[in-house]
């Protein structure tokens, strides 16, 4: 027995070879069905990301349509205080992914550690779900962004923006990982800073510095606005069960919104020295996210009435809705000319967010091909390193934002929102899953967790946690569609779960895969490979000399 203990990558290169030749021998065992090693140099992603685009990337993919128009639904339904204790519970959910991905930065993404650690059949199934929540979120995305549009005006008709959005995000996708991560830090950076001008601007009107001179303090969360929202009162006929049901709501629509934080797991296989800069991306991710949505959310509460009608609520068209709360607000206190301003920041939010989903269904889809789980043909890239046939048709599948020329756009955004929250919600729970079954190979195999690159907090109880509510929240996250029972809604909140049983059963009665025994786990393979790339990456920027302050300063964002 070898002991690991002292380093993390302490292992005899003979140790390697004796594992790694006998992966090529037993390739075909229901323990390593499609390899453990990433493709070929000439058929593989370049490592072109650093921590900045990789945060920033991260941060531009999740913070869009959930926070910036999704929390007017969950405002509307929960209130004020309901939609803060929702995001903030939700908020604390994901903590796994980072101890994986910087141990092992494979090209494979969450499909190659489920495989790995847990079952073949389950990482297949775990592919499949993921590329499917990403051929959904990326149309949403350019609905949203319609939304958007239809705030200053319906004459031009919304399939041409949604064509001009479409042709948009694919050519930035086509040039490359290194232009798409500058443009992508630079649109996300934008973000950021109109993100902060909000929060700052709507402590600014609710302390009464707005036109009116009106200090609005908690007024919205005092009845009958708040703090608490009433939803599906008329059909419970109670108010404790509305409140409580808007509560739950709260917490449907903040999953769909921090879905996307976990996308740094498909970003480790394109980044630059990523044992160094990963821990680095996740740490920065994480608080980002949690001071915008947690702070977002309660900035709204507090100038914003849940009950204003204007508010652009799933299900429910209104000609020229303000798409985001935060319009609404600057519309209240009768500031005028920035409620133009944000919109158009919004519309860069989601174009933005599209951008980095479109890029990351790309991947997904190539993870796929490269683990024999998808057709040959998305193995291929290009000399730039992009896998343009799976660019291609996550492009097309962004044809299905034309659903909103027959129904309306707030209707679509609702089908959308509900199939991908679920699809992530599995995701989610994959990954937790995938992330206890690495602790215990390590325990087994005597490996232990401060040797790891990155060490995340609050484990093992961190992903318990997060599986078991995660597991909760997805069960019941569609009650609404029996109250009454709607077909349409019924069907985009549950579709996922049966498509993705569908996966993993019919993977495992085909190639007959169990359970991998925790002392059988590979916690070896592939990884002296990465260990020497992100050497040499290393030892080539130590020759370029040392980093200027402002490259320093570019760095640390």
């Known amino acids: 027995m070898v002991d690991y203990e002292k380093s993390p ?7 390697e070879k004796d594992v790694r030749v006998k992966d090529v021998q037993e390739e075909d065992s229901p323990y390593n069905r499609g390899g453990l090693l990433d493709p070929v140099k000439e058929e593989t992603l370049h490592r072109g990301l650093s921590a900045r685009q990789i945060s920033m990337i991260a941060l531009g993919g999740a913070v869009g349509t959930g926070l910036i128009i999704g929390s007017g639904t969950a405002l509307v339904r929960g209130g004020p205080l309901g939609v803060l204790l929702g995001y903030t519970f939700v908020g604390m959910v994901m903590v796994s992914l980072g101890e994986m991905a910087a141990y092992l930065p494979h090209k494979k993404g969450f499909a190659g550690y489920a495989t790995r650690f847990v079952d073949p059949a389950f990482g297949f199934a775990l592919g499949w779900n993921y590329l499917m929540k990403y051929l959904i979120v990326t149309p949403n995305n350019i609905n949203a962004a319609g939304v958007v549009i239809q705030y200053w005006t319906r004459h031009v008709h919304i399939a041409v923006w949604m064509v001009i959005f479409i042709a948009f995000i694919f050519f930035i996708n086509l040039l490359g990982v290194r232009v798409f991560g500058e443009l992508e830090f630079w649109f996300s950076s934008i973000k950021v800073i109109t993100l902060v001008g909000l929060l700052i601007m709507g402590i600014v009107i609710d302390l009464g510095g707005n036109p009116k001179h009106d200090r609005i303090g908690f007024r919205y969360w005092n009845p009958p606005d708040g703090p608490m ?7 419970v006929h109670g108010e404790s069960l509305s409140i409580f049901l808007g509560f739950w709501s709260t917490l449907v629509n903040a999953l769909f919104a921090y879905i996307g934080t976990e996308l740094i797991g498909v970003t480790v296989g394109e980044a630059q020295a990523p044992r160094k800069n990963i821990p680095i991306a996740i740490r920065r991710t994480f608080f980002r996210i949690l001071v915008f949505y947690i702070g977002g959310v309660f900035v709204i509460g507090l100038v914003v009435p849940s009950t204003d009608q204007t508010l652009f609520t799933a299900n429910k068209a209104k000609a020229g809705a303000a798409a985001s709360p935060f319009v609404v607000a600057t519309t209240l206190v009768g500031i005028k000319v920035l409620n133009h301003i944000i919109n ?28 024999g789980n998808a057709p040959k043909i998305f193995t291929k890239v290009n000399r730039m390193g992009v896998p343009y046939p799976a660019l291609i048709l996550c492009t097309a599948f962004c044809g299905l934002v034309f659903l909103n ?13 509900n199939l991908v929250s679920t699809f992530g919600a599995i995701t989610w729970i994959c ?6 079954r690495f602790m215990k190979a390590l325990r087994a195999q005597g490996i232990s967790r401060d040797t790891l690159p990155y060490k995340a907090p609050f484990q093992p109880f961190g992903s318990w946690f997060a599986l078991i509510s995660t597991c909760i929240i997805t069960i019941f996250k569609g009650f609404d ?12 909140s549950y579709i996922g779960l049966p498509a993705f049983l569908m996966f993993w059963v019919g993977y495992k009665l085909t190639y007959r895969t169990r359970l991998i025994p925790a002392e ?15 050497e040499r990456f290393n030892r080539q920027e130590e020759l370029k000399g040392p980093r200027t302050k402002w490259q320093k300063f570019f760095d640390s964002l």
């Open 9 to 15: 990558s302490v292992v005899s290169s003979s140790i």
């Open 229 to 235: 929202g009433h939803y599906l009162k008329d059909q």
């Open 344 to 371: 158009a920041a919004i519309l860069l939010f989601v174009l933005s967010a599209a951008n980095s989903d479109l890029y990351i269904g790309s991947r997904t889809l190539y993870a796929l091909a490269v683990e």
């Open 405 to 417: 020329v027959s129904s309306s756009s707030a209707k679509v955004f609702t089908w959308f929102v």
């Open 431 to 436: 990954i937790c899953y995938s992330h206890i």
């Open 481 to 492: 569609t029996f109250i009454p029972f709607t077909k349409d809604t019924f069907v985009t």
């Open 520 to 534: 059988k786990v590979d916690l070896i393979t592939g990884k002296r490979e990465i260990d020497e790339e992100e």
